[in-house]
């Protein structure tokens, strides 16, 4: 069966980096699409990142462009999310999402100083 | 932000039908499949309708999809106390971007 594990949360000052991982299993990894989403403490999901089966395009929300990159590594079937510049509004559980399909359980972000 | 425009609330007695509503424009819902899920309290997004109105296997058929030019409705047949949840819709936007639904919380009165 998919499953989709998040790591890589935490509490991080703002302006700094975080690197969430998404670790899958279950499927072939290298055949899907990969999405990032988010969603604020009692607020709904926002979607913040899409990137291709094989690496060779990537999509952001206005939200996190240019401070966020999405990657894989399809032979370690794995899916990341470098955050920099991190903003207190970027404070949200993390998840990754198979195509539209199967959702991990989500890892959460807090940036406070 | 969410470009789907979805009802805040409904509600519904036990064994009746509620229907929830997903609006959006050509570029998203009037030209890409819609998504729909259930968000239990503290949990993940479970996905529910996929591809309109494709239901995974283990989802009852008491949840059912549709979509209509750049609008989309998940209807909810035979309220259950444990369908007490928020749903969401989703799409692919041609903008080349995701787009999520406002969200709509089901009480079960």
């Known amino acids: 069966q998919v499953q989709l594990v998040e790591s890589g949360g935490g509490v991080v000052q703002p302006g700094r980096s975080l690197r969430l991982s998404c670790a899958a299993s279950g499927f072939t990894f290298s055949s899907y699409g990969m999405h990032w989403v988010r969603q604020a403490p009692g607020k709904g999901l926002e979607w913040v990142a899409v990137i291709s089966y094989d690496g060779s395009n990537k999509y952001y929300a206005d939200s996190v462009k240019g401070r966020f990159t999405i990657s894989r590594d399809n032979s370690k079937n794995t899916l990341y999310l470098q955050m920099n510049s991190l903003r207190a509004e970027d404070t949200a559980v993390y998840y990754c999402?198979?195509?539209?399909?199967?959702w991990g359980q989500g890892t959460l972000v807090t940036v406070s100083s | 932000q969410s470009v789907l425009t979805q009802p805040p609330s409904a509600s519904g007695t036990p064994g009746q039908r509620v229907t929830i509503s997903c609006s959006g424009s050509?570029?998203?819902?009037?030209?890409?499949?819609v998504y729909w899920y259930q968000q239990l309290p503290g949990t993940a997004p479970k996905l529910l309708i996929y591809?309109?109105?494709q239901r995974p296997s283990g989802v009852p058929d008491r949840f059912s999809g549709s979509k209509s030019g750049t609008s989309a409705s998940l209807a909810i047949s035979g309220l259950r106390s444990e369908d007490e949840a928020d749903y969401y819709c989703?799409?692919?936007?041609?903008?080349?971007?995701?787009?999520f639904g406002t969200g709509t919380k089901v009480t079960v009165l």
């Open positions: 591809r309109n109105n």
């Open positions: 999402a198979k195509d539209w399909v199967a």
């Open positions: 989703a799409a692919w936007d041609d903008s080349l971007r995701g787009v």
């Open positions: 050509s570029s998203n819902i009037g030209s890409n499949y």
